[in-house]
């Protein structure tokens, strides 16, 4: 005769699912090599994500895009992560002039 405790089998499968999201997100950190950080870029229906060096942040032009940011989405971004409130082609010009300084 076995004994069932409904609350240690949903807190079982709250532990799969929970582990399962940390897989998850442990493989999209993972796409992101060290040194460089992931940004969305676009417009708000078409969103594309890029993933640039940290060097960047110590640009001026750069960190002129982060105060747009911050005052379009303060510190909540619409995609979870870091949003940049520019059109696509602006940013890869801006990105494209920076990496040859």
Known sequence: ???RFPSILHAKHILRRSNSFAKQA???SLDVPKGYFAVYV???HEMKR???PI???KQP???ELLNKAEEEYGFDHP???LTIPCSEDIFIDLTCRLHEL
Request: glycine share 14%; charged share 5%.
């Open 55 to 57: 060097s960047l942040l």
């Open 79 to 81: 995609m979870g992560g």
């Open 50 to 52: 890029f993933v640039v």
């Open 42 to 44: 676009g417009e708000s």
């Open 61 to 63: 032009s750069f960190q």
């Open 1 to 3: 005769m076995a004994i």
């Open 26 to 28: 442990a493989s999209t």
